[in-house]
């Protein structure tokens, strides 16, 4: 038995889970053998039930008993959970429930059969990946697994028993597991299945005469034992590397293997083969494609999206890379990456063009790889084999147009020759001829400028070159003539031909930078997560021609955006939930929820997931290459509501921090302007109690002493209540037609006592000035400023008030000739607590920003100056509609 030294972590590869909070994931342990019959299920149970019986909650979530007494005599005794029915094509198909073990979350789960199929239509296509949602739920599991079924060991499993095996598990499954091997010797196994302990009537004889041969289970113990060697040397490295440096040395690997992936079928052999020599070397390895200049149909497309997701299953750090040179793309990345083997595959026999366009790779690589190892790979034979004769492709009526148009042009070149060739000769046309050429490898394929050269150079020959009209050419002169022409004009075409598909390479690939640029310079000016909808769903619906939308979080769980041009129902929410909640892209194209009409892809950074991102593409298929640029969509997008989030979160800090500042302020402030009052009141009751209080006179005036500061505590207290009324916004002006000159008296009479040694100079009209305004507010805003003004000046300091129509408003000002205000202080005049550092004791610093939010109740506007001669100036303006006209009583 294997353990791991350290916890597991999660499975490598572009379906983990993203590094984030969450519970700490469960532990796998699998019982291995070599092959059915074992007893791997029998010592699953065995282990389960000692656990079971120390306490544990333990419970069955899927076990295949074979009906064999003994072992369903071990599941008697342990609680099970329930199992789902699926209906498929007429049968009841019962299957591992996942949604019942989450919810009931035991300790351990017995899991059976890891590499099992589910039935379509559920969650996850492969049991494994089942396993997998529950590690990361924090439940550890007790599962079964033959070696065959190991991918990086299928191929020679497959080799040794002679059958196809369609059912694997990732080896990235496996690195954190703990492996227990289930060893019988074949003689014994062999025994069992004679006794029918394996497999029961024609099918045991079927077993013993195919499988079950003790030859091959020979080998498939061995390839077990070699499997599981593998892992306790890599627990033992693990062991070693834990250790200080005083205690020992820790060897390190200086290897570091590369695989060129492309389109074909034999890349996952290859994939398989470097997966096990990195396990043999103990080092990492890299899955390279390079993609090239041409266009992959849609097959290809989907063969390569296959081979790329099983290296990234099997652990390898998938990378993609563009040039227009296979080996340069390959040796580039190599260098770059450290890389010290390449591995390829040997040419397979598919024609002497194919072999030597193969071999001319092989021996680029071998000039120009310099100190990098190079491994050449037989792929498995099955995949080595040439492919069938694929079946006849239906008329391309693109490709047709293109050949009748080259063939088209090769005539019309023709008939110009017939007039030309009496003007200058028979070689003049052979110029004309290339010509066409070239300049139809601007506009068709390959295939009709190759056709087109051969076309031309048999109609030269025919009706230019002597003798006319037949194929023989008599003149060694023209028998060179010819070939050049040939050789030049077919070598021609395709470089030209070659140059255009670069072009159009380099073109998508600028497309695709463009759009990346364009979404990124877009989201940069989003200022609200809206903003961020708007921008990533309009360039998805641009770029890929697909219907896509946000799913956000709300009150009541995920909701598509309403701006989005995709509808979801209830079945696509829950795989955008899925993908929400365990951060990876799942739906369409994917290993989870396949049968979802999108594809998901969660908005995730490191600190969280905002959302998920649903694209319906329109095509069977997606490239490599669109599905990297979604991911990087969403990438871009999560980054830009991170941001947006944190400046919210920073603004919210701001604020909170100038709260706490205006609040110890406010504290300051009126502590002190409620102490002044109080303490005057306080005194002067305490002299009314004395025997001096009985004179009249005396007790008068301390009276008025308590007046004036219950009149001072009044209007601290009020200032509070208004700056209250207009952070809340409850300030809703009742507006109404007054006369001015009554608003004018009774702010004097408010302020007769501030105001009695300060000469007044009123300037109203003679007539009634009647204006449109609530009059207690704008009252209260005169009476702060004309309190105001008696504060800050002199005594004898003239004041003045004035009060006109100007246009469509209503002008009210107040001056004074006192000192006016300091520069320094005019920009933060009107806000809350803001003094001058000379001003005089006796005010709290709110006055005037009840000035400001009283006439802005009003939709008008304070300003206020420093005049020419000294003292302040404030300029009331209230806007006004066209008042009525005044009555006048006889």
Not at 549 to 575: F, I, Q, W, Y
Not at 696 to 724: C, F, K, S, W, Y
Not at 742 to 755: I, K, M, Q, S
Request: with cysteine; aromatic share 6%; glycine share 6%.
């Amino acid at each position: 038995m294997a353990e791991p030294a350290s916890p597991p972590s999660p499975p490598q590869g572009s379906d983990s889970p993203a590094a984030g909070p969450g519970p700490k994931r469960g532990r796998l342990k699998v019982f291995l053998g070599m092959c059915p019959g074992v007893g791997k299920t029998y010592a699953m149970l065995e282990a389960a039930r000692r656990e079971h019986q120390a306490g544990r909650d333990v419970m069955l979530g899927y076990v295949e008993t074979h009906q064999r007494e003994e072992t369903i005599a071990l599941t008697r005794d342990l609680p099970r959970l329930p199992v789902q029915t699926i209906t498929h094509r007429g049968l009841q198909l019962a299957e591992f429930d996942l949604e019942a073990t989450l919810a009931r979350r035991p300790a351990l789960v017995l899991v059976d059969e890891l590499a099992h199929t589910n039935a379509p239509g559920s969650r996850h296509p492969k049991r494994w990946q089942d396993v997998v949602e529950l590690l990361d739920a924090g439940i550890d599991i007790y599962s079964t697994l033959n070696v065959q079924h190991v991918e990086s060991r299928s191929e020679t499993a497959a080799q040794i028993a002679g059958i196809e095996i369609k059912e694997t598990v990732p080896d990235s499954i496996l690195d954190a597991a703990i492996l227990e091997l289930v060893d019988l010797p074949p003689a014994e196994l062999l025994l069992r299945l004679h006794e029918g302990r394996v497999y029961l009537g024609e099918r045991a004889t079927a077993a013993a005469q195919n499988f079950f041969r003790e030859s091959n289970l020979t080998a498939l113990r061995e390839l077990a034992l070699r499997l599981v060697a593998d892992h306790v040397g890599e627990d033992t490295r693990t062991f070693r590397r834990s250790l200080s440096q005083g205690t020992l040395v820790t060897w390190k690997t200086t290897h570091r293997l590369l695989v060129a992936v492309g389109p074909s079928p034999t890349s996952e052999s290859l994939i398989r083969w470097t997966r096990r020599a990195a396990d043999g070397l103990h080092c990492d390895w890299l899955a390279v494609h390079v993609d090239g200049p041409g266009v992959l149909d849609a097959r290809a497309q989907e063969q390569l999206a296959r081979n790329l997701e099983t290296a990234r299953e099997l652990g390898a750090q998938v990378l993609t890379t563009t040039d227009t040179s296979l080996v340069e793309g390959l040796l580039r990345v190599a260098r770059r990456e450290n890389v010290t083997g390449i591995v390829v595959g040997k040419p397979a026999r598919a024609g002497w063009i194919a072999t030597w366009k193969a071999g001319a790779l092989l021996r680029q690589l071998v000039r120009e790889s310099g100190d990098i190892e190079l491994h050449v790979v037989r792929p498995h034979p099955r995949l080595a084999a040439p492919p069938p004769r694929p079946p006849r492709r239906p008329w391309d009526a693109d490709l047709g147009r293109q050949y009748l148009f080259a063939f088209g042009a090769v005539a019309a070149a023709a008939l110009l020759n017939l007039g030309l060739m009496f003007l200058a000769g028979p070689r003049v046309p052979g110029l004309v001829f290339l010509l066409t050429v070239v300049l139809l490898a601007l506009k068709v394929g390959r295939g009709p400028v190759l056709a087109a050269g051969a076309a031309s150079a048999l109609l030269w020959n025919l009706a230019f070159l002597e003798p006319r009209f037949t194929f023989r050419i008599e003149r060694a002169e023209d028998v060179v003539l010819f070939g050049t022409y040939f050789v030049v004009a077919v070598v021609l075409g395709q470089l030209v031909a070659r140059i255009r598909e670069q072009a159009q390479a380099e073109r998508r690939r600028e497309e695709r930078a463009t759009a990346l640029y364009e979404l990124t310079r877009d989201l940069a000016e989003a200022t609200s997560r809206d903003q961020v909808v708007w921008q990533l769903t309009a360039q998805v619906m641009r770029i890929f021609d697909s219907p896509a939308t946000l799913v956000l979080p709300a009150d009541r769980g995920l909701m598509p955006h309403p701006d989005g041009s995709l509808t979801l129902n209830e079945k696509e929410l829950a795989v955008a939930d899925w993908a929400f909640k365990n951060r990876q892209p799942a739906g369409r194209f994917t290993h989870t929820l396949p049968a979802a009409t999108a594809i998901y892809f969660p908005l995730q950074t490191e600190r969280r997931t905002f959302g998920v991102l649903a694209v319906a593409p329109p095509n069977p298929t997606l490239a490599v290459g669109q599905r990297e640029l979604l991911e990087l969509f969403a990438r871009q997008a999560a980054l830009v509501l991170d941001r947006l989030e944190l400046r919210q979160a920073a603004e919210q800090a701001r604020l909170l921090a100038e709260s706490e500042r205006l609040g110890r302020t406010l504290l300051n402030s009126i502590s002190h302007e409620l102490r002044t009052p109080l303490a005057v009141s306080t005194s002067a009751v305490s002299a009314l109690q004395s025997p001096q209080a009985r004179d009249p006179a005396h007790r008068e005036m301390l009276l008025g002493e308590i007046a004036q500061a219950n009149a001072r505590l009044n209007r601290i207290v009020g200032n509070l209540l208004d700056v209250t009324r207009l952070e809340s916004g409850q300030i809703r002006p009742h507006l109404d037609w007054h006369d001015v000159h009554d608003l004018v008296r009774a702010a004097l009479h408010d302020t007769h006592d501030a105001l009695q040694h300060h000469p007044l100079t009123v300037t109203l009209p003679e007539t009634p000035l009647i204006a449109q305004f609530d009059f207690s507010l704008l009252l209260q805003a005169l009476d702060n400023l004309l309190l105001n003004a008696a504060l800050h000046t002199p005594a004898s300091t003239p004041v003045e008030i004035r009060a006109e129509h100007t246009g469509d408003h209503l002008l009210l000002m107040i001056a004074d000739r006192g000192p006016g205000i300091p520069a320094a202080l005019l920009p933060r005049l009107f806000q809350k607590f803001s003094r001058g550092a000379h001003a005089p004791a006796g005010g709290s610093g709110l006055g005037l920003a009840i000035v400001k939010g009283f006439v802005e109740a009003h939709l008008g506007t304070v300003t206020a100056s420093n005049q020419a001669g000294g003292g302040a100036r404030f300029d009331l303006k209230i806007p006004q509609p066209h008042a009525p006209a005044a009555s006048h009583e006889p």
